[in-house]
C-alpha cells in the first residue's frame, strides 16, 4: 500500500531555506525550512517540534504561490518550459513539508501530531484548490494543451502535459465560480471526514483486547505469540499469569489461525468485524458522509457516480471494466470457498463458522502436505528476509545496501539503509524500514518516502528517500522477530514499492517512482512477492535462527506443495471487499439521504452470493483503503488488476529463470525507472512481449 499525500497539483518548486522568524538571531530557525546538514538529507526528527509544522506550511504555502504568481505573470507565450515544466518543479518546499508531517501522522501519530493534524491537512487542501483552481494558471495550461501536437514534445513531456490539464479539469478548472466553491466545500469535507475517520479507527484498534487468565485458553498457540501476549499484559501493568490479546496483525491472525479455544477465536473474529461500527468511534455516520459528498462531488464534476469518477483517469477507464475482472475471479474463488469449507467440515462435527475457517484451513495444510507454519516460521527472522529482499535487488538490479547506523530516526525501531550502485558505488537511493506494531502506528503496511526523485533544472538527479512500515510480529523472548509467510509476502511486498521509488529515472517529479495511474502501481510490489517463496531465493535468505541451517528441500517441497491451499479463502475475501468498494461507489447519496452500513453490507454479500463462511477482508467501518482517504476509493481492485500483470509478468522470469539478467533489466527499464513516463500498457507490453491476460494469475492461485 502507498501513503497518501493530499493535493493533486501541488508538485514541484525550488529548495527554500526561510526563518521561523523575521529576527533569527533571537529566535529558533524552524528546523523543517532549514536545509538539512544530516546524511542524505534526512530529516533532523530530534529537532523538529509540532508546533513547527503549522508555520512551515504556511511558508511552503507562500512560496509556492509566489512560484504560481510568476508563472502566470509571464508575458511570454505559454510553453513547455514556461508553464507545464516550472508548474512541475514548483513547490518543492511544500512537498518536503506535507511528505515529512503525514509520515508521522501515519506511524508515529502523538497526541501532539494528532492535534496539528485537525489544522494542517484542512489548510494544505484549502490551497490545493486554489491552485487547482486558478483561471490564470489553467489558462496557460491549456494553451499549451491546445497546442500539443506542434510543439515537437516527447513522449513523456507530452504525457506531462496531458497530465497536468486533465488533473486540472478533474479537480474543477472548467466550472463556474459558484461550482468550484461547492467543490471546495466538498473538498474541505471530505478532508475532515478523513481525518475523523482515521482518527476512530485508531483509537478503536487500540480500545480493544481481550485479557486471558486462564492458561488452558492458550493451547494450540505458538510459543512466540504467547510470550508476546504476556509482554503486552507486562507493559499494562498487569499480573503475570495474564495474557493480552490486541487486534494487530501479530495478535489477531495467529489466534484464529491456532487457539484451539473455539470461544477465543470466535471473540477475536468478532472483536475485529466490528471494530469503529459501533459506542464512541463508530464510523457509519463519517463513512455515510463521505459518501454524500463523493456522490456530490462526482455529479458535479459530470460523472454519474463517484465509481465512474475515480476509474476514468487509470488503466480500467471505467469501473464496469473492473467489475468484469472481478466478477471472472469472484466466480471462480467462491467455487474453491465451497470445496475448501467441505474439506474443514469434515474435521468437525461443529459446523465451519468464520472464526473457524483460518484455523480448519491449517489443520487441513498440516493434515495433506504437513507443512506447519509455526516450523517455518523459524527461518524467517526478520533480519534475514531483509536481507533476502537486499540479495534479491542486488541479483537483480545491481545494487546493495549499507546501513547506516547513525542516522537521523523518527522512532528508535527505524533502520536506514544507503543503496548503491553494485559497480560504480554510486549513490541511488537512502532507504527506511519500521517494521513493529505500537500504538501510535495505524494498522497495515505501506511505502512512501520523505523525498521524491527528479532530474533538477542543472540535470542532476535528486536521490530519493525511501521508506517502508509494517506492523510484523515482534521478537520474544531470546528469539528474534519471526514472520508468519503472510508478512514475509507483505515485507516483499512493500520492499517492491520501494525499488519502484528509489530506481526511478524519470525526469519529472510528477512521474517519477510510484507516480503512475493506480492500478498500475500495485504491479512493481506484487511481482516481487513471487520472489519471496521461489526455491532459489528461499536457499539465499531463509534461515533457522537459532543453527543458522539453510532452509531444508524437503520444507521448500511442501511449502510449493502447499502453494495454492486455502486461496479460495484469500482470493476471495479481498475480491468480495474490491466488489464492495466499487458498490459503495456507485451508491448516490442526496443531502439528505443515508443508508446503513451494515444492511448495506449484508446486501451486496447477498447478490454475490457470498459462503456463509466468508466475509469481506475489510468491512467498511475499517476500510481504511476506501474511507480513510480518497487514494484506493473505488480503487481496491487495482490489487487483482495489478495481480493479472504480476501473475503474467512473473511467468516470463519462470520461463527464462526467475534472476535471469535480460529479463531483469528489462522489468527495471521499462517499469521501475520508468515510472509514469508512458502509458503504463506500453510500458508493460514493452516488457512482457504482449497484452496481458487473467490466465496467470488463475493458474498461480489455483483457480483454474
Known amino acids: 500500500m502507498l501513503l497518501p499525500v493530499i493535493g493533486a497539483l501541488l508538485l514541484g518548486g525550488a529548495a527554500f531555506a526561510v526563518a521561523y522568524d523575521k529576527l533569527p538571531s533571537m529566535k529558533r530557525q524552524n528546523p523543517i525550512l532549514t536545509e538539512y546538514q544530516t546524511p542524505f538529507e534526512i530529516p533532523p526528527f530530534e529537532q523538529i517540534k509540532a508546533e513547527d509544522y503549522m508555520p512551515a506550511l504556511r511558508e511552503a504555502i507562500k512560496a509556492q ?83 500539443r501536437a506542434d510543439l515537437g514534445l516527447s513522449g513523456p513531456q507530452l504525457r506531462l502535459v496531458e497530465e497536468q490539464y486533465r488533473d486540472a479539469v478533474r479537480n474543477g478548472a472548467l466550472l463556474s465560480p459558484a461550482d468550484q466553491d461547492s467543490l471546495k466545500a466538498i473538498n474541505a469535507e471530505l478532508t475532515d471526514l478523513f481525518f475523523r475517520y482515521n482518527k476512530n479507527l485508531l483509537n478503536a484498534t487500540n480500545a480493544y483486547a481481550i485479557t486471558v487468565t486462564d492458561p488452558a485458553r492458550l ?16 507493559e499494562r501493568n498487569l499480573p503475570e499469569g495474564t495474557w493480552v490479546f490486541t487486534l494487530h496483525a501479530p495478535s489477531r491472525l495467529p489466534v484464529l489461525q491456532y487457539a484451539d479455544d473455539r470461544d477465543l477465536r470466535r471473540q477475536m473474529y468478532e472483536g475485529y468485524t466490528s471494530l469503529a461500527s459501533s459506542g464512541e468511534f463508530d464510523n457509519s455516520a463519517v463513512i455515510n458522509r463521505i459518501v454524500r459528498a463523493r456522490s456530490a462531488k462526482a455529479q458535479l464534476l459530470g460523472y454519474p457516480d463517484f465509481a465512474a469518477y475515480a476509474t476514468a483517469n487509470v488503466m480500467a477507464k471505467t469501473p464496469q471494466a473492473a467489475e468484469e475482472l472481478l466478477n471472472r475471479v469472484w466466480t471462480a474463488a467462491r467455487a474453491k470457498v465451497h470445496e475448501e469449507v467441505d474439506e474443514m467440515q469434515k474435521l468437525t462435527p461443529e459446523k465451519i463458522e468464520p472464526w473457524d475457517y483460518a484455523y480448519y484451513a491449517e489443520k487441513v495444510r498440516q493434515q495433506k502436505y504437513a507443512l506447519d507454519e509455526a516450523e517455518l516460521s523459524q527461518y524467517f527472522a526478520v533480519d534475514s528476509v531483509l536481507n533476502g529482499v537486499f540479495k534479491m535487488a542486488q541479483t537483480l538490479y545491481g545494487v546493495t545496501f549499507k546501513p547506516v547506523p547513525d542516522a537521523p530516526k523518527y522512532h528508535p525501531e527505524v533502520k536506514v539503509y544507503e543503496m548503491l550502485d553494485s559497480q560504480s558505488g554510486e549513490h541511488i537511493a537512502t532507504f527506511m524500514t519500521d517494521y513493529f506494531p505500537r500504538s501510535t502506528k495505524r494498522q497495515g503496511a505501506w511505502m512512501s518516502e520523505f523525498k521524491g526523485s527528479y532530474v533538477d533544472e542543472n540535470g542532476n538527479r535528486v536521490a530519493p528517500i525511501i521508506y517502508n512500515v509494517g506492523n510484523f510480529s515482534r521478537p520474544s ?9 503472510d508478512e514475509v509476502e507483505t515485507l516483499f ?16 517529479r510528477s512521474q517519477a517512482g510510484t507516480n503512475v495511474d493506480r492500478d498500475f502501481v500495485e504491479l512493481p510490489s506484487q511481482i516481487h512477492e513471487h520472489w519471496a517463496t521461489a526455491p532459489d531465493m528461499l536457499k539465499l535468505y531463509a534461515r533457522h535462527w537459532k543453527t543458522g541451517e539453510v532452509i531444508p528441500d524437503e520444507l521448500i517441497a511442501k511449502l510449493e506443495a502447499a502453494h495454492t491451499h486455502n486461496q479460495g479463502f484469500a482470493v476471495g475475501e479481498r475480491t468480495a471487499a474490491a466488489l464492495l468498494d466499487l458498490a459503495w461507489g456507485h451508491l448516490i447519496l442526496g443531502p439528505n439521504d443515508s443508508v446503513n452500513v451494515m444492511d448495506f453490507e449484508q446486501k451486496v454479500a447477498q447478490d454475490l452470493q457470498m459462503p456463509a463462511e466468508l466475509m469481506f477482508r475489510y468491512r467498511s467501518p475499517y476500510f481504511k483503503h476506501v474511507f480513510g482517504s480518497d487514494q484506493y476509493a473505488s480503487g481496491y481492485y487495482t490489487y487483482l488488476w495489478a495481480e493479472v500483470l504480476d501473475s503474467d509478468g512473473f511467468e516470463l522470469f519462470e520461463e527464462r529463470g526467475i534472476f535471469d539478467p535480460e529479463t531483469a533489466k528489462s522489468f527495471k527499464t521499462n517499469v521501475l525507472e520508468a515510472g509514469g513516463s508512458e502509458d503504463p500498457m506500453i510500458l508493460f507490453e514493452r516488457f512482457r512481449g504482449r497484452k496481458p491476460t487473467p490466465d496467470a494469475l488463475l493458474r498461480n492461485r489455483g483457480l483454474k
Open 219 to 234: 493451547a494450540g498457540l505458538p510459543e512466540p505469540v504467547v510470550a508476546a501476549a504476556a509482554a503486552t499484559a507486562a
Open 65 to 147: 504561490r509566489a512560484e504560481v504568481e510568476a508563472i502566470i505573470a509571464n508575458p511570454e507565450e505559454p510553453t513547455f518550459d514556461n508553464t507545464i515544466l516550472a508548474i512541475d518543479q514548483s513547490g518543492k518546499l511544500a512537498e518536503k513539508v506535507v511528505m515529512l508531517f503525514s509520515a508521522l501522522d501515519e506511524a508515529n501519530s502523538t497526541d501532539e501530531i494528532a492535534a496539528v493534524a485537525e489544522e494542517f491537512y484542512p489548510v494544505y487542501q484549502q490551497w490545493g484548490d486554489e491552485m487547482a483552481m486558478n483561471p490564470q494558471l489553467f489558462a496557460r495550461i491549456k494553451s499549451v494543451y491546445d497546442r
Open 493 to 508: 511486498h512493500e520492499f517492491g514499492h520501494g525499488l519502484h521509488g528509489m530506481l526511478t529515472r524519470a525526469q519529472y
Open 477 to 485: 523472548g531470546d528469539a528474534p522477530a519471526l514472520l508468519s509467510l
